[in-house]
């Protein structure tokens, strides 16, 4: 799964010159929380609600309501921006964008091919792509097991549960120590009472069994 696949083609973006009362109200027009910033058809920054906010008078000061509104039309896109934001490729995949997302402290990044902007991906996108890719949506039951961390082990759960006549929607792993994994598997299927003693015969410990109905 690429970047590409789950991201929100075509930004719509704004100018440096843009003020920040305008950006604002495109981003209420069409519910969104950030703009591409261009100048002469080249990305030059971002800005996003929080941003226009941290540059914004406080409530707190002691300028005059006047004064605090004659300061904020006066500012543009130019002084709240990021003007260096984080861009990626349409290929890189899905779990390096939530990966550099998680290390910059970021919930979103500009994509770029060819030196053009062509989209724009949020955490609430990559979020979609999870759920899509575990399948959350389609009905099924989730098996956790705890098993030891040797080669052959998934292949040898596939095929018992293959043996058992269900299909696996997702499976996916995460290490517990040194010696354990933890395995998660999504199987299509409302029942699993017979093959759960299947599994622990082979010294699989079921960990936790939950039922979706998608």
Do not use: W
Request: hydrophobic fraction near 45%.
């Amino acid at each position: 799964m690429f970047v590409r696949d789950h991201m929100s083609p075509n930004p719509i973006t704004v100018t440096k010159e843009t003020s920040v009362l305008d950006a604002l109200e495109i981003m209420k027009k069409h519910k969104i929380r950030r703009l591409p910033v261009v100048h002469n058809g080249r990305l030059v920054g971002l800005v996003t609600e929080r941003d226009i906010l941290r540059v914004s008078p406080s409530p707190a000061s002691t300028l005059s309501a006047f004064e605090v509104n004659y300061l904020v039309a006066k500012m543009t896109v130019k002084d709240a921006m990021i003007k260096r934001p984080i861009t990626v490729p349409p290929e890189m995949t899905i779990e390096e964008a939530a990966l550099l997302m998680c290390e910059h402290k970021i919930d979103n990044l500009l994509v770029m091919e060819n030196e053009k902007l062509v989209g724009i991906i949020t955490q609430t996108d990559l979020f979609e792509a999870l759920i899509k890719l575990f399948g959350l949506r389609r009905p099924g039951v989730r098996v956790t097991l705890e098993v030891e961390d040797r080669i052959g082990v998934l292949a040898n759960i596939s095929r018992k549960v293959a043996e058992a006549g269900i299909n696996i929607i997702n499976v996916a792993s995460r290490q517990k120590d040194d010696v354990h994994t933890y395995v998660v598997l999504r199987l299509a299927t409302d029942d699993v009472s017979a093959l759960l003693p299947v599994l622990e015969a082979e010294g699989y410990r079921v960990v936790h069994v939950t039922s979706y109905n998608g």
